[in-house]
């Protein structure tokens, strides 16, 4: 009885985990459509943790530039050095899917007539 | 401190902290796997101690290894995991898994595992702990992998 009891709150305890899952990974967290973004560098491109960032100024807002994995955005030109803050840059990639969200999972960072294309296998 | 070496020792750091927060967490659940289903009451011919031998340091050891791995990944970007809901899943669940080890373990069902003269209340200890031992880690396990999804 104990046993069955718990395995069943284990399944529960699993599908609340899994059901809200979102992007940050995967693409699926993010829109279907192409877009696009220019504004000034906020903050320089960082290359630590599971995915490479930077900040945009955009719009009014703060944009959180998701970028690929350190090594495969390194592997593309783009590092801590490359683009200074405060350079005009255009992003190209998927917005986050929740509009409160100012997200960008990129694919290609384009600054003073270079373009950073950190996927190059994506559209 | 520990932030600032993850983030300025290169590119991979992240990715092997990350292979050794797995390796740990595999060492750690597959031991606790296999104690805890003798606990449930699979394999009795096996005597108990046997079992709880070899399983109980190498589950201990990957507990090390996943805690300071884990500790180094968190520290990565320690702000953007603040408002993370899955550790708030996690963390707890680690706590009851931890305590469910303080509590068992002091039990005199534990204590005396090897003695031909265990009765059903024994097993029946044993029983319970295991399972909230699997439920426990296997939600806070669940909640990690998650963390990175949200």
């Given at each position: ?45 960082s290359?630590?943790?599971p ?6 100024r ?27 803050v ?38 | ?18 292979l050794?927060?797995?390796?740990g ?11 805890d ?54 963390f ?11 509590v ?17 209340g ?29």
């Amino acid at each position: 009885m104990q046993t069955r009891r718990s395995v069943s709150m284990t399944l529960a305890a699993f599908v609340m985990a899994v059901l809200p899952a979102a992007a940050h990974h995967g693409w699926s967290g993010n829109s279907q459509e192409e877009f696009e973004l220019t504004g000034t560098v906020e903050q320089a491109v960082s290359l630590a943790g599971p995915h490479a960032t930077m900040k945009v100024r955009a719009q009014g807002q703060v944009w959180e530039i998701t970028l690929a994995p350190p090594p495969r955005t390194q592997a593309a030109g783009l590092n801590e050095k490359a683009i200074p803050v405060g350079a005009e840059v255009k992003i190209h990639g998927h917005r986050n899917s929740d509009p409160k969200r100012f997200e960008v999972k990129t694919e290609r960072v384009t600054w003073n007539g270079k373009t950073f294309n950190v996927y190059p296998d994506r559209d | 401190m520990l932030g600032h070496a993850m983030r300025s020792s290169g590119v991979w750091t992240y990715g092997v902290v990350n292979l050794g927060h797995i390796l740990g967490v595999a060492t750690l659940f597959g031991a606790v796997l296999v104690l805890d289903l003798r606990l449930l009451g699979l394999w009795r011919t096996v005597p108990l101690p046997s079992i709880a031998g070899p399983t109980v340091p190498v589950a201990t050891t990957g507990f090390v290894i996943a805690a300071f791995t884990g500790v180094a990944l968190l520290a990565t970007k320690a702000t953007e995991y603040a408002g993370n809901p899955f550790l708030l899943i996690k963390f707890p669940a680690i706590a009851v898994a931890l305590l469910n080890v303080a509590v068992v373990t002091s039990r005199p069902a534990w204590k005396h595992m090897g003695r031909p003269d265990q009765v059903a209340g024994d097993r029946r200890t044993l029983a319970v702990a295991g399972a909230v031992s699997l439920a426990a880690w296997l939600t806070a396990i669940g909640a990690g992998r998650m963390i990175g999804y949200w």
